[in-house]
């Protein structure tokens, strides 16, 4: 079974930077569609940025891109997403999603097409 478990959330001034991670276990392979979405208090949950781990390939929300930027590392099976000048309305609980044996490219980056979800990491950003 895939288990995703993130971390490196926290409190923060605006401008300020985190890393997050998401440590992965229980792939059969390494093509997979990894990624972030983020869920405010009473909003939808929304996409952020995604990365294709067998291919490196990475996509980013509009509302994010030049702040957002994610990565991984294959050797521990962990992907990261680093946001800079980090904003209150970036004030949001961090979830980790896969894919199971595919690439990002094709998807629409909804939640229904990802199978496997972290518990979430909170990120607080004050003014």
């Known amino acids: 079974q895939v288990r995703l478990v993130e971390s490196g959330g926290g409190s923060v001034q605006a401008g300020g930077s985190l890393r997050l991670s998401c440590a992965a276990s229980?792939?059969?392979?390494?093509?997979?569609?990894m990624g972030w979405f983020r869920q405010a208090p009473g909003k939808e949950r929304e996409r952020v940025a995604f990365?294709?781990?067998?291919?490196?390939?990475?996509y980013y929300a509009d509302s994010v891109k030049g702040r957002f930027t994610i990565s991984q590392d294959n050797a521990k099976d962990t992907i990261y997403l680093q946001i800079n000048n980090l904003q209150p309305e970036d004030t949001s609980m961090y979830y980790c999603a896969a894919r199971a044996g595919r690439v990002c490219y094709g998807l629409k980056w909804q939640k229904s097409d990802f199978n496997f979800w972290g518990q979430g990491t909170q990120v607080t950003v004050s003014s």
């Open positions: 229980g792939f059969t392979n390494n093509n997979n569609c």
């Open positions: 990365i294709s781990t067998g291919f490196d390939s990475t």
